[in-house]
């Protein structure tokens, strides 16, 4: 089983040689050891064009006609900066949030665990590294969702990078901060 930004380059290379087209999610994941599920997680997290998503994820699911849900989060994030930004809606917390057949999902713990895996219990809560406001001065908003710039931190980590940012921890660990 590979791990972390393993499985994301050597997706990136499959797409980059364009030898994506002949295969199936379901024969990249056997490839590398992975569900199709984790490959259609990280075409989204690539910002894969959505065609190719598409056709793959028929190809690997015929009777499947709904958006899959790296689709639909992929569709909200604008992938051109160092930080990837969540541009959808957000909870009053300020942290981005989607809805996935009927489920709000929190955007940057969604990220974290489509690139790394369940959330550690020991460290409920996923911290950004970086410290990038949009719109630019406003730290109400954590829009960050690049799996580089997340990680999962202790309560007490929690409090200190909200204190270093100047906000107030969320208090909450399905807020994650
Ligand atoms: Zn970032």
Known sequence: MRKGNTVRDAVADWVATGNLKDCSLQEMGDRLGVSRQRIAQVLGLLGHHKPT?????????P???????????????DYTGDCWLWMGSTYPNGYGRFRFRGKMQYTHRWAYEAEYGSIPEDKPFVCHSCDVNYPVGDITYRRCVRPEHLFAGTPADNVHDAQRKGRRPSGRARGGG
């Open 63 to 77: 009777k499947e006609h709904r958006p899959t849900i790296a689709e639909t989060f992929g569709e909200h994030v």
């Open 53 to 61: 998503v598409e056709r793959l994820r028929l190809a690997a699911s």
